[in-house]
Each structure stands twice: as C-alpha cells, then as structure tokens.
C-alpha cells in the first residue's frame, strides 16, 4: 500500500496536480550574465594549462576567485566563456583570496570535479606559495607554524585569529616554510600549508612577526626598503594533484608576476 503525506492526500482530494519541477540541467543552461569579449580574451590570456579534463590558471591580484566586491568581475562567472552545448561550464576546484595571484585549478567534465573533489577532501594536494615578508630577522632559516586559527567576522568582513587549542572555534593550522633570501628587512618565503584555512599563511606569518608585504589586513608593510609595495606580496606558485585520468601525480605551475619580480629585484631578494 502507498503512503501519501497528508498535503499530497489533500492536494489529490482537491484536484490539484502537483506543479512541474525544474530540473538541474535547467539551470546548468542559464548563465548568469553575458560574459564581454574584452574579459573572454582577459581570462583565456591566464590559461597556463589545458587537456579534455582540467584547465590552470594563472589567477591574477584583484580578481576574485568566486562572488567578489561590489558584485564584479570573478572568475568563477568568467568560466562561462568556456560553456558547452549541453550548458555545462568548467568547475573551480579551490579557491585563492582576491588578492593573491597564482595556480588555480578547474575542472571542465563533472567526472573530473568529482574526482579531483575527492582527492581534495583527502588532502592529495601540495600547495606551494611563495611570499614576501618584512622584519626578516624574526624568521629562522625553516620551520612549521602549528598555532590554531578561528574565525571571526566583524561587519560584512571575515578574519582569522591565532587562538587556544582549547577555543572552542580553534582549527588545527600547520604550514612548513623555508626562507630562500632574505636582507636586514626583508625576506622571500616559500611556504607549504599542510591544512586550508581562511588566510592560514598570511596570519601565521604574521604571528610569527613577519607579516607578508602589502598585506594591509594583517599588519604587512607598504613599503620595502623605500620601495613601494604594490599589493599582497603572496603567489601560489606551485599545485601538485593526481590527474582525473588516472596518469598519477600531476604538476601545474604559475609564473611569478612580473610586479612581485621587480619588488624582489629593486629590494635586492635573489631567490626567484
């Protein structure tokens, strides 16, 4: 005998016919805006990497990866330049704040998103980032920086704070880091986050007393050796991940933008 809720048993008393439901694939088909021609050739001049299963981007500072300030430019939106007949778009895979530039990985098929979700949830990812810091003699040559974050959202802005293991909100946070330069003030720094949360790196440097360069949030400094600091000093240089198609251990790579070059270059920071 089939059961029926009793708002299915009224709605079949009264004669009423359940509405038609939409399906997914309907709103797979609908994009959210037109995406302009000046910004389809901006994001396919970022393309580092492409085959049938994921896309690499080399993501620049000041754009966001998804939503963004003030309803602009993101590029998750800008992925539907790449739509298929079908109406499906290529997925990001993980995100980087707005301003830090670097690899990002999408996948095009929804096996790949699948498989690569997977792998993230796993951690079969090594993520490596390279920074600029000040006060250069508060880090030693190497290390791991395990102090616990929370998350704190003061107004529409969300930070995390260094707190107790105890907190009740704390998250375990570990990243391995190696200065490769460094001068009396500052220092490039290669930095490998074992765990992914919110700003990890940028707040554990700071902790550490070296916040990054241009990081106005955390403490970092606008100006280095009288040289100007143009924007967050952070770049995901590198993401190794095993390739959806089952070749193993795979790498895509960023090229380190051309200001965090000449910053590193006018401050006399040799390690790029």
Known sequence: MVKHSPQHRQALASGRSRPPQKSKSDNLRKAPRLIPEADQAWVKSMIVYEDEHIMGFNKPSGLSSQGGRGGGNNLDDMMWTFVKPSGRRPMLIH???RDTSGILLVAKTQ?????LGKAMIR???AKTYLAVVGNSHNL???GVI?????????????YSRVCTADHPDAQT???????LARTDEAALVRCEPHTGRMHQIRVHLAEMGSPIAGDVRYGGALSLGGVAVPRL???ARQLIFPHPDGRGEFT????????????CREIGLDGL
């Open 111 to 115: 096996p790949a998103t699948s498989y």
């Open 146 to 158: 395990r102090f616990p974050l929370r998350r704190e959202e003061i107004g529409r802005e969300a």
């Open 140 to 142: 030693p040559d190497e």
């Open 123 to 125: 951690r079969a990812f």
């Open 252 to 263: 895509l790579e960023a090229p380190v933008p051309e200001d965090m070059a000449r910053l």
């Open 173 to 179: 946070a570990e990243t391995a880091f190696t200065v």
């Open 95 to 97: 995100r980087l704040d």
């Open 233 to 235: 000093m952070l770049h």
